[in-house]
């Protein structure tokens, strides 16, 4: 592969996916592997900066940390240089300034001082009394070092102190400090230091579990791939040329995307504000005509399942049959359903039907729908146990919390068991059967809604809530209707506690549902289903295109780095 050919697809690379983000790592490699700019044979070659050059012997005299310098072996060479370069330590092309307790006012740089994308130091920072000064505020550096945070959180937050600070600056133990000798570009080790072969060495160096770091003798004993300081320059340049033009690229692709999401999300505006079935349809086949302009990441295809939801418990999802009969009758029909099964004594003593007035409408409905409250329309509505039993990982009987509930389902992965004696007691108040909906009231997954999959038995924690319904409710269709935006958003609002935010079981019981008549409730069922299966496939479809733009470009960074001329 030549250089002329890389430029020229260039920013065709860089639409693929983490193209920008993959470039740049490429276009450091490249340059300290020799392959980003072409040698000049008239260049004075690095061999010449060695241990002992005169120029270099004469800067050790000067009062500052030296270090001792070790012979490099064969093995230790991780790629061939070009002929006119050298392998070198860092402790033999930088030098420290060494430490001091801050006794005067200082500049403090610390590890979160720099920008780690833009490699620069914030502008904003502390001017510190010794007697505030941190006790890891004890490197020295001066105009023109560049440093290096040794600790993996912060590991690409690389910098050159290209600033004259007064008060003078003092940093971090976190960092490790480079200044350069005089044939030594500082920009070109900034690059290097951020460069994956050296982030590879660091990575294979770091020690420690919570924090893992590299310690400075280990980082200083690094190699570093030196070409001639005029080919320096010319790399260094390059370097800056190609980052800028990355930046460029980047800066449009956002562009691109901010745009795509103005399209897709005007184009679900116009479904949602559809008037009727007829008008949904036109839209959504708007929709259809151009999913590939409109859907090209699995964030956007989720907001379209999430449109589908709120056209559906706003009855616009399918259109209305005038011979179904209305919600109000259903309604009915479950108010004298829920005093029979009192009378049989199935089901606890419950209030009458409460009529919902105008002034409380979240938005307006079809006219054969219906506003109702969402206890009043269950049959049961409770929650599992308030007091955490003893629960092993064996047991009798299954013991289900918040985080088994996934939006695919109860997800049994490391699943804990009660005793028959724990689980009666939490049974007996609550008691969870194939086809009730358990949602999540407490914490941050708080909203997670699913149908009860589980044909046994088993007990259930407070965090989750269980919903029994009558037959004049398709489970699916509440389902739907308690993952809508609607209702995600009407429980989420204002969630009580402190430690823990939580849905109430009151909140629940007084929550506004939109009820259609049940034969259409089974019609926008299966249109939801339909429709989510085309999301499905679509999101497939994505994933499958990113997959193979990522294998494409990989196979390309590694054609590049090894055939590259």
Not at 36 to 43: A, F, G, I, R, Y
Not at 228 to 239: F, G, H, M, N, Y
Request: aromatic share 8%; net charge negative.
């Amino acid at each position: 592969m030549n250089q002329a050919f890389f430029f020229e697809k260039f920013e065709i690379l860089a639409d693929s996916p983490n193209g920008v983000q993959k470039l740049r790592e490429l276009i450091l490699q490249l340059a300290v592997m020799g392959k980003l700019v072409p040698q000049d044979l008239s260049d004075e070659p690095a061999s010449i900066f060695d241990n002992e050059t005169n120029e270099k012997n004469e800067q050790l005299s000067i009062n500052k940390k030296t270090r001792k310098s070790q012979k490099i072996s064969k093995e230790e060479i991780p790629y061939k240089l070009p002929d006119t370069w050298k392998w070198m330590r860092l402790s033999d092309i930088s030098h420290d300034w060494g430490q001091k307790k801050p006794d005067v006012k200082f500049t403090y740089i610390d590890v979160t001082s720099i920008n780690k994308e833009l490699g620069l130091i914030s502008e904003d920072l502390k001017v510190l009394n010794p007697e505030d000064a941190p006790s890891r505020a004890r490197k020295i550096v001066k105009k023109g070092t560049v440093i290096y945070s040794t600790v993996r959180p912060y590991l690409l937050n690389v910098a050159i102190v290209d600033t004259d600070y007064d008060p003078e600056p003092i940093i971090s133990t976190a960092f490790a400090i480079l200044h350069p000798y005089s044939g030594i570009l500082n920009k070109y080790l900034y690059y290097y230091l951020r460069s994956k072969p050296f982030i590879s060495y660091v990575e294979s160096e770091m020690t420690g579990m919570a924090y893992p770091a590299i310690n400075d003798t280990k980082l200083y004993k690094g190699l570093i791939p030196l070409p001639p300081l005029a080919e320096q320059k010319r790399i260094v340049s390059k370097v800056d040329e190609l980052m800028t033009l990355c930046d460029k690229l980047e800066a449009r692709r956002q562009k691109k995307q901010k745009l795509q999401s103005k399209l897709n999300s005007t184009a679900l505006d116009r479904m949602l504000s559809a008037e009727n079935q007829k008008e949904f349809e036109q839209n959504w086949q708007l929709i259809c005509e151009n999913f590939d302009l409109l859907y090209d990441n699995s964030e956007s295809v989720e907001k379209l399942k999430k449109a589908i939801l709120q056209l559906a418990v706003q009855g616009k999802l399918v259109e209305q049959n005038p011979e179904d009969e209305p919600a109000s009758v259903l309604i009915e029909k479950i108010e004298s359903k829920k005093k029979q099964l009192v009378k049989q004594g199935k089901i606890k003593k419950v209030s009458p039907m409460r009529q919902v007035s105008e002034n409380e409408f979240p938005f307006e409905l079809p006219n054969n729908w219906n506003w109702s409250y969402l206890g009043d329309i269950l049959l049961k509505l409770t929650d599992g146990t308030h007091h955490s039993p003893t629960n092993e990982s064996s047991g009798d009987f299954k013991y289900i919390t918040a985080k088994n509930i996934k939006t695919e389902g109860i997800d049994l992965t490391n699943i804990t068991y009660v005793t028959s004696e724990i689980h009666e007691q939490i049974y007996s108040r609550c008691n969870p059967e194939y086809g009730d909906i358990l949602y999540i009231k407490d914490g941050a997954t708080t909203g997670i809604t699913v149908i009860n999959d589980l044909e046994e038995p088993f007990s259930m924690l407070s965090s989750v809530a269980l919903m029994k319904l009558p037959s004049e409710i398709d489970n699916k269709y509440l389902l739907y209707m308690l993952r809508s935006p609607y209702f995600y958003s009407s429980m989420r609002d204002d969630m009580s506690g402190i430690a823990i935010t939580r849905v109430t079981l009151k909140k629940l019981d007084n929550a506004l549902v939109p009820i259609a008549p049940f034969t259409e409730q089974k019609r926008i069922v299966e249109k939801v289903d339909s429709l989510t299966s085309l999301c499905n496939q679509l999101e497939e479809k994505i994933e499958d295109n990113q997959k193979n733009d990522e294998t494409l470009m990989d196979a390309f960074l590694i054609e590049a780095v090894r055939e590259f001329k």
